[in-house]
């Protein structure tokens, strides 16, 4: 048992020896991994340090521009702000006037329509009086006229009417 033994332990040597082997080359190919790694960080580091100071500058100076855009905006505000305030006074004053002209219109319609309908009723009356007082007269003038006339053409004419004029004055009646 004793040979196993020294077998079983020589074999276990030889096996951690061989992966201690291993772990040596495996750490030589890191390492050399890490140099090559090492070696472009530092060719890349002057670049990202000059990109890292424009990023800086571009920041301040964006910084410097929003703070004068936001100065303008507050302008701007203040003065929209106002133009508002001053706006919202003229259009209260606007619709006080036009309130108050609405209103005067209106009482000057309805002083209009009073005195149409106080022109028309007169001119009613008028024409009414002048029909019954004026025309009326004149129409029995002339209705007595047309009879005298009549009478006067009948007699003038002595004898008897010929057929054609009497269907006429019989067609007058009708």
Not at 52 to 68: F, G, H, M, N, P
Not at 147 to 172: W, Y
């Amino acid at each position: 048992m004793n040979d196993s033994l020294v077998y079983l332990t020589t074999a276990t040597l030889i096996l951690a020896a061989i992966a201690l082997i291993a772990q040596t080359v495996f750490l030589m190919g890191l390492l050399k991994s890490v140099k090559a790694v090492q070696q472009k960080l530092s060719e890349l580091l002057p670049k990202a340090e000059s990109f890292l100071d424009s990023a800086e500058k571009t920041l301040v100076d964006s910084r410097k521009q929003i703070a004068d855009v936001s100065a303008n905006a507050n302008a701007v505000m203040a003065t929209a702000t106002e133009i508002l305030d001053i706006t919202h006074a003229q259009v209260v004053r606007v619709d006080g006037l036009m309130n108050d002209a609405s209103s005067r219109a209106k009482v000057q319609m309805e002083r209009v329509e009073l005195m149409l309908d106080d022109t028309l009723n007169r001119v009613q009356d008028t024409v009414s009086a002048v029909q019954g007082n004026i025309l009326k007269p004149i129409r029995e003038v002339n209705a007595v006229a047309n009879g005298i006339r009549t009478a006067i053409q009948t007699l003038a004419k002595g004898g008897r009417p010929s057929v054609a004029q009497a269907t006429s004055d019989e067609e007058m009646f009708i």
